[in-house]
């Protein structure tokens, strides 16, 4: 069974960075892609970033030159770093494993002054 485990949220100011961590288990982590998405209250799950098997790395126009997705192989994690951080990228973030359609808990990340 397919364990995804978000963490890394929390709560900053704007301008700011955070990395998110997603922690897979029970997948054969280096022959999947993954990705990050985000949902706000109300709204519809959001897509962030995607990573290839071989780390081809594609983003939403939203976050393109400020957040950096990335894998290593050797910790079955994926990472999310998140700079110069604004008030809208306030949500909950989750990590998504294609192959399986498997989802994490989520992590919540608040950007506030």
């Known amino acids: 069974q397919v364990q995804l485990v978000e963490s890394g949220g929390g709560l900053v100011q704007p301008g700011e960075s955070l990395r998110l961590s997603c922690a897979a288990s029970?997948?054969?982590?280096?022959?999947?892609?993954f990705a990050w998405y985000r949902q706000v209250p109300g709204k519809q799950r959001e897509w962030v970033a995607s990573?290839?098997?071989?780390?081809?790395?594609t983003y939403a126009d939203s976050v393109r030159g400020r957040f950096t997705i990335s894998r290593d192989n050797a910790k079955n994690t994926i990472y999310l770093q998140m700079n110069s951080l604004k008030p809208e990228d306030t949500a909950v973030y989750f990590c998504y494993e294609i192959g399986s359609n498997s989802w994490g808990q989520g992590t919540q990340v608040t950007v506030s002054s």
């Open positions: 990573i290839s098997t071989v780390a081809i790395a």
């Open positions: 029970g997948v054969p982590f280096n022959y999947r892609a």
